[in-house]
Every structure is written in structure tokens, then in C-alpha cells.
């Protein structure tokens, strides 16, 4: 769990205490895997349970998790401090699409990662989809020696970063300080030290390491340098020594991933920045949330939370005028903020101006990056059922078929039983149409023409030019009604769920005996429930789906 810093001489006299308190409870929420009890994080953080309660009320207000009885979890929307600190450092989002198509090209595991202390964190992952790959997630630290990123990171290191690695090598040798789950090395076994393996990538521009992070893992590791010179990041290619040995990956995958790195640093060069622009309204918006819940809303942690908010692509470095004016806090405030901030790590400060650090990806990021689109749904599913009182579900398109991802069955005696992995033929269904209408006329045309549509009931459409038309009206009106077409007695509706490029990517549905409501009572009451349901699940996806990609199951 992480470590809890308690309020004392060790801290800044101006440091926040509940901001402080508030942090140690999304650590260790987030080491725990993103879902802990109220209890736990009791026992974990030493607080009173009191203490706990109205850190995790708090929380719950800003949405940054949400609270499933007594077990605390992790909410989508705290994925945007992290967010804050990726569009601020200006790496994922250019690179990320040339690091997915490295991986397409070596069909591999692609990562990027930057330096952190005498330690590497990731910064963005392109997984395949194999039994053995790389399994750490965006935010996740591990020590340098057992990494090839680290020695491209050390190999310029400095006498003093040495000299504090040494240190933390010494009091820590196999890195467990840094992730207790990393298994054991043998020294006999390490090959070359990590100080030698430094010296190797200095010279070479390159590392490989073989088995020391996991065995079985072997990694090459390449410097991407930002227009300044520096290195800005490392790139890794992942592999497992059934395919390839270090001779070949040197072989095989170091000039394509040299080629890779050359497009990189030309995206660095040449790749516009935007400013994100704050609203300055955060402020006021935690004022009223204390008028509201009174003490069970606090708002100094609150407070001190959005100033990580105040940073983003085009305000990686922020005088603290520029963080009160983009949050809405007097400068009082946000200096306290900061300097609490920059105790715990998570802002270095400057001169005069004020930068995330990687370590802001400690709260929440590593469990929320493995997230995926049933993740999301699910608990505006079950909050849409309890409006409702039907039984509401996620599907995704499955070549000619929808099959179920996520579903929150009603309590009632006669209710739609369908279970997850459920496939149904999309012509017929509401959450297919919806689906079908999204799709490119000519990849629709060719997907129909691929169908045979059979009368699952005497209502089913099975005429080829009225199933255009019905689609065509589909596409216009963004929900499907289907009326005891895919089963007698059952009526659905269905909206689409949408990514961040406005592709529907999934949809929901309410599903319902037809003696439940008439069709006008069901796009009367339903209708506005569900497009407010899909409405809530984009916005999470919006935020979770920035710098990640989001499985569709």
C-alpha cells in the first residue's frame, strides 16, 4: 500500500493536510487495483474511520469514484488529473499513433515511458493480444536496473542520480521497495550491471533486456528525443523469448524501431501545440458542494485536487497567478496547494512557474488504463434500471451479430433473461440497428448483402429495401425501436454510445415486455432516460479514452 505521510514537522508548515490525507486514500485505492472497502483503507492509511468516510464522500462528489455499499472504487473521471499531466508533457497523444503502428508492423508490444527518479513509468501501451505480453499499465513504475528504458534513461544520468540510485539499490536490491509483485532475479543470472548496460546504451543508442523484469519478457529500448536534444521518453519493444532472442530482435526489430523513433522525433518537431483553456468555475462549484453536504464535503482537498487540472497541453509550466486564475482560487489558496502538491511529489517547482510530475499517475491511472467499455457502463446501467425499472444493456457489433458486454437485469417476477456473451442477428435487433446505422453505407451494404434474414417472428423486417429505409430512419433519429421483431412480447429500445471521434463503438437498450408501456410510453419515459444513460457513459468514455485505447469487452 502506499505510504502515508503523516502531518508533521516533515511537511511545510503551509502544507493542506486533508489534501494530503485525501491523496494517501486514492494511493492506496489505486494500489489495491481501483476497489477497496472503507475499512481497509482504514487499516491502510492509519485514519479514523470518520476521517475516511468524508475523504471518500468527497471523492464520490467530484466523481472521481463512487461508493458500492462499503467498498470504495475507482470512477473514470479521476483518469482526468492523470490526463492533465499526458497532455501536458505532450507524448502520448503525438506518439501514440506512431507507437501503435510500430506494434502493427512488428505485431509486438510497443510502450512509452519516461523517467521517474531512479525509477521508469509508463506513459502509454500498445498491447497484443497474446497469453504472455507485457502486462503493466499506464502509471505503473518499475525500478531502472530492470528495465531497458532505464538504461537508456541512466545512460545520462547524472553523479548524483547515481549516486541516489546506489543508495536505493543498496538499502533495495531487487526493487521490491518500487513494485512488491516484481519476482526475484539472481545476480549470477543479471548478465552485464546496470551501470555497464548504461555505458552500452550511451555508446549504442540502445538497450535489450532479457528476462530481468519478468522471465520469459525480453525488451529493446530506444531514446526519442525531444527539438531541445533531451530525451524525452523511451520506446519499448516487448517480446517473449519463444519469439525472439536478443540476436534477433537486434536483427529484426531495431531498424524498424530505429525508423519508428525517426518519426517520432520529427512528430516532436513539427506537431502543433494547442492550449487547453480551464474553466474557471471549479472554485465557485466546490463553494456550493460544501454549502450542500456541509461537513461531509471537503473542500480544501477538493480544491487542492483541481489545481492539477490547471495543466495541459499548452500549459505544461504555470506561474501560480496562471493556476488561480485557471481554477477559480484565490492565490493564497492554490499556493498552499502547490506547495502541498510538491511535497508529495507530484509538482516540481521552478523558478517562477509550477509542472506536473509523473507521479500524478500514481492516483488512480495504472488500474483506470486497463479499464473497458463494460467497465464504464455498468454503473450508469444499473442507476438507468433503477429509473426505469426494466432491464438495460451493452452490446458491441460482432461481425452480422450483436453480443451483450455488460447487462443490469430488473428485480420484477416476468423480465428479459438474457446473459452476457449473448449474440443476436444485428438486422433484428434495437441495439443492431442502432449499430448498423452507424456504419459507412458501403460497409453496411456489404455486410447486409453478407446476411440472410430470416422472420425470427411474423413482425420481423426481412425485406432488404424496408431494412434500409428502417436503418435509414435509424441514422436520423439516433435510437431504434423494435417491437416484437427478435422475440413475441418483447420490446427494445436503443441509443448509440460514442467514442471520442463520434463513432458508435457500442449501444445501450431497454428491453421490456410489450405490455409493460405502449410505443409512445416508451420513447415518452424510456427514451430521455436512456439517451441521459449513454450521454454520462460517453463522458466517462471521453475522459478514460484520451490517452488509452478502451476494449469493447
Keep these: 500500500m502506499a505510504v502515508t505521510i503523516p502531518i508533521s514537522d516533515a511537511a511545510p508548515r503551509e502544507a493542506v493536510g486533508p489534501l494530503m490525507r485525501g491523496i494517501s486514500v486514492l494511493e492506496d485505492i489505486s494500489e489495491a487495483g481501483g476497489r477497496v472497502t472503507v475499512s481497509e ?7 479514523a474511520r470518520s476521517t475516511v468516510d468524508r475523504i471518500t464522500a468527497t471523492l464520490a462528489r467530484m466523481g472521481h469514484l463512487r461508493l458500492d455499499g462499503h467498498t470504495a472504487v475507482l470512477a473514470p473521471r479521476l483518469m482526468e488529473l492523470g490526463n492533465a499531466y499526458l497532455a501536458a508533457i505532450r507524448l ?33 501501451r500498445t498491447k497484443r493480444r497474446r497469453a504472455m505480453s507485457l502486462t503493466f499499465g499506464i502509471g505503473d513504475l518499475l525500478p531502472a536496473e530492470r528495465t531497458a528504458q532505464g538504461a537508456v534513461f541512466a545512460a545520462s544520468w547524472s553523479e548524483e542520480e547515481w549516486s541516489h540510485w546506489r543508495a536505493r539499490r543498496g538499502a533495495d536490491p531487487q526493487g521490491h521497495a518500487v513494485l512488491p509483485v516484481l519476482p526475484p532475479t539472481d545476480p549470477a543470472e543479471e548478465g552485464p550491471g546496470f551501470e555497464q548496460r548504461a555505458a552500452q546504451a550511451r555508446i549504442q543508442g540502445w538497450a535489450l533486456d532479457d528476462q530481468l523484469v519478468e522471465p520469459g519478457l525480453i525488451t529493446l529500448a530506444l531514446p526519442v528525443r525531444s527539438p531541445d536534444g533531451r530525451v524525452a521518453c523511451a520506446v519499448g519493444v516487448v517480446s517473449h523469448t ?4 536478443e540476436a534477433s530482435m537486434r536483427e529484426s526489430l531495431l531498424p524498424r524501431a530505429r525508423d519508428a523513433v525517426a518519426a517520432m522525433e520529427e512528430r516532436l518537431r513539427t506537431s502543433p501545440v494547442s492550449t487547453e483553456t480551464r474553466a474557471g468555475g471549479l472554485a465557485a462549484w466546490t463553494g456550493a458542494s460544501k454549502q450542500e ?18 495543466f495541459g497541453e499548452g500549459r505544461a509550466e504555470l506561474t501560480l497567478a496562471a493556476v488561480a486564475q485557471a481554477t477559480g482560487l484565490a492565490r493564497a489558496t492554490a499556493r498552499r496547494a502547490l506547495i502541498t502538491l510538491e511535497h508529495l511529489g507530484h509538482v516540481e517547482a521552478g523558478e517562477r512557474t509550477f509542472r506536473l510530475t509523473p507521479k500524478v499517475l500514481t492516483l488512480g491511472y495504472p488500474p483506470l488504463s486497463r479499464i473497458t467499455l463494460p467497465d464504464i ?6 442507476a438507468l434500471v433503477q429509473e426505469v425499472h426494466d432491464s438495460a444493456s451493452l452490446a458491441v457489433l460482432d461481425g452480422d451479430a450483436i453480443q451483450y458486454t455488460a447487462r443490469v ?12 456473451g449473448t449474440r443476436f442477428p444485428a438486422y433484428a435487433a434495437s441495439m443492431g440497428r442502432v449499430l448498423l446505422a452507424d456504419l459507412p453505407a458501403r460497409d453496411r451494404a456489404a455486410l447486409l448483402a453478407r446476411t440472410q434474414l430470416h422472420a425470427l417472428t411474423s413482425r420481423t423486417v ?25 422475440e413475441e412480447g418483447l420490446r427494445s429500445l ?29 420513447l415518452a419515459e424510456v427514451l430521455p432516460a436512456l439517451r441521459s444513460a449513454a450521454a454520462r457513459i460517453e463522458a466517462d468514455l471521453r475522459i478514460a479514452g484520451r490517452f488509452t485505447r478502451i476494449p469493447s469487452s
Design 462 to 486: 426481412t425485406d432488404r429495401e424496408r431494412l434500409d429505409a428502417v436503418l435509414a430512419q435509424v441514422a436520423q433519429d439516433g435510437y431504434a425501436l423494435v417491437d416484437e421483431e427478435l
Design 92 to 124: 502520448p497523444g503525438p506518439l501514440g499513433p506512431l507507437a501503435e503502428q510500430l506494434a502493427d508492423a512488428l505485431d509486438e508490444s510497443v510502450s512509452l515511458a519516461v523517467p521517474d527518479g531512479d525509477g521508469i513509468r509508463f506513459v502509454h
Design 242 to 245: 519463444s519469439r525472439h532472442t
Design 293 to 310: 453536504l456541509g461537513a461531509e464535503f471537503v473542500e480544501s482537498l477538493a480544491r487542492g485536487l483541481t489545481v492539477l487540472t490547471a
Design 377 to 382: 457502463a455498468s454503473p450508469h446501467l444499473a
Design 494 to 522: 436503443a441509443v448509440p454510445v460514442r467514442d471520442l471521434g463520434g463513432r458508435a463503438v457500442g449501444a445501450v437498450n431497454v428491453a421490456m415486455h410489450s405490455s409493460r408501456r405502449t410505443v409512445d410510453q416508451c
Design 41 to 47: 483503507l482504514v487499516r491502510s492509511t492509519g485514519l
Design 409 to 420: 437485469a430488473t428485480g420484477r417476477i416476468m423480465s428479459v433473461n438474457i446473459g452476457i
